[in-house]
């Protein structure tokens, strides 16, 4: 029998990623307004990679245990793919998007949680 349950949890569909917000709501990309979708990738850009490539402005977060690197890694993926579907996604904010696609593609991110 433990063999059925290990296979049914291991063969069942991945749930759709939610956004975590910091007061423990949560948000399918699909759901969020534009702005905040933009917003929400630049903090984690900004918290996930060297200081030199930080978009300003930058404001410092203290991140709870529930935002591994891992979850940080699924947020950038669903978050960026969802914002390129946007029609009403700025220019300004298009470059910055394309501009964190090169710088990331290059290494590996890591997050960073503590305030300075």
């Given at each position: 029998m433990s063999e059925e349950l290990i296979e049914a949890s291991t063969s069942a569909p991945a749930l759709p990623f939610r956004w975590r917000d910091a007061g423990g709501n949560y948000h399918a990309p699909e759901s969020m307004e534009t702005r905040h979708l933009f917003y929400t990738l630049r903090m984690i850009w900004n918290h996930?990679?060297?200081?030199?490539?930080?978009?300003?402005?930058?404001?410092?977060?203290?991140?709870?245990?529930?935002?591994?690197?891992e979850y940080m890694r699924s947020a950038i993926t669903a978050i960026g793919k969802e914002l390129l579907s946007r029609p009403d996604l700025l220019p300004s904010w298009k470059a910055?998007?394309?501009?964190?696609?090169?710088?990331?593609?290059?290494?590996?991110?890591?997050?960073?949680?503590?305030?300075?």
């Open positions: 996930s990679m060297p200081e030199v490539w930080r978009i300003q402005p930058f404001r410092l977060y203290r991140f709870q245990p529930f935002y591994t690197e910055q998007i394309d501009f964190m696609a090169s710088r990331f593609a290059s290494m590996k991110p890591q997050l960073t949680t503590e305030a300075a």
